[in-house]
């Protein structure tokens, strides 16, 4: 029922923002302001700096109206977290906000979004996304809850000198997790003050813990998380025993980083700023982005990365499928369900993503483009590390379940790969809580076993 009322009262709000638009400006011309929220955390400086110079222009364009930034300072859960508190009062509500696209159906479901149709549908830059970024924002219900900024793709960042030195051969093409746990091991034994790996796993790394590690193993299995087929969520089998026992040699062999500096809630900007340009990390499990940390205006400027680093696909548990497996996501623009002016809001946003900032912003974030304009500017393609190889990673990619009980198996997943990896769980004993907790939360009849 409550999911009810929260889509009725959405689409409520849809129907009045698409009488707005058809007025004009000057419906406005007493001026106001807008509330923008967005995650300020780390080496993340593309973003603020992204809305920074959107506000200078839309109050420059729009005389009587400011924009009151509003940065979240905190990792990715908090940050969720504290987007949601905001987004639930109209007194507190921001009228845009940076959003995941594995939460919109989440957050549809919270009554946080308001569906862009309208606006979208004559705004020209709209048909220069993929298809994919379109779908990447839509909900549920079948509407459109915000503009891509851009997607990514993941893979193997590795140290050429490095794995050279432990007597791997570069160019670096694993081609299954064997291959990689014995580069581990042959760089552990060449230089022992090298940490080998870098994979994220416990909850102070939120998200990335689930992305970024665990399901860039899983989805190298047979056992993903969802059956789109059936409709039904996946049962932990064979495919998350593997991946468990993978992770306890991994970190009880020393293969990846101590878990006292792998819950760092900043081991990301650890690893990329620190860590890999001093040569102290040999492979980091990491996204396409990494590289915008070390070009000129990135937070850890490093010249010499192009000769020094380069990147391989990860590959499946044996080799088996399409050989290599990767993971997608992307952030989005979206307009706060409780804004008075929406119209507004939608013109922030089309500044904000206009080609010059939004070319910017790809490059400074190091994201895959999935708008036409910018994936095929010469700038663009010149100045992101990788960018045709993490673009090749594409065919072989996965979405995660943007379904609502995603973010709470998300949050379960997080505190497993954390208890393995600290010998507080062996793998099975994993296997156990999380199809336990898959039961509780979406009850026994949305779930399968899990393929053989």
Known sequence: MHRRIAMSGLALVATTAGMLTGLSQSAYASGGTIKVAYQQYGANIAIPTLMKTAAAEFAKQYPGWTVSLNPIVAPENPYYTKLDLESSSASTAPDVLYEDTFLVNTDVAGGYLQPMDSYLSGWPQWKLYSPAAQAAAKGADGHVYGVSMGTDTRGLWYNKSLLKKAGVAVPWHPKSWADIVAAAEAIKKADPGVTPMNVYSGVPTGEASSMQGFEMFLYGTNNWLYDFKTDKWEQAGAGWQSVLTTWQELFSKGLAETPQAASNPNNGAVVTETLLP??????????????????????????????????????????????????????????????????????????????????????????????????????????????????????????????????????????????????????????????????????????????M
Not at 366 to 390: K, L, M
């Open 278 to 451: 001093e040569g102290k990390m040999a492979i980091d499990l990491d996204g396409s982005w990494v590289g915008s940390t070390w070009i000129k205006g990135g937070p850890a400027p490093w010249p010499q990365w192009k000769s020094t680093m380069a990147v391989a696909p990860m590959p499946t548990e044996n080799g088996q499928g399409q050989g290599d497996v990767s993971m997608s996501g992307g952030w989005l623009l979206s307009i706060g369900s409780h804004s008075k002016a929406p119209a507004m809001a939608m013109d922030f946003i089309k500044i904000a993503l206009d080609h010059a900032n939004l070319l910017t912003y790809d490059i400074g974030a190091g994201q895959t483009a999935d708008r036409s304009d910018i994936a095929t500017n010469p700038t663009y393609t010149a100045s992101v590390p990788e960018s045709a190889a993490f673009a090749s990673f594409v065919p072989f990619t996965h979405f995660r379940p943007a379904f609502a009980n995603y973010s709470k198996l998300s949050n379960e997943i997080q505190l497993i790969t954390g208890q393995v990896m600290t010998g507080q769980s062996t793998p099975a004993q994993g296997v156990a809580a999380y199809n336990k907790y898959l039961i509780g939360v979406v009850g026994k009849a949305s779930t399968e076993a899990a393929p």
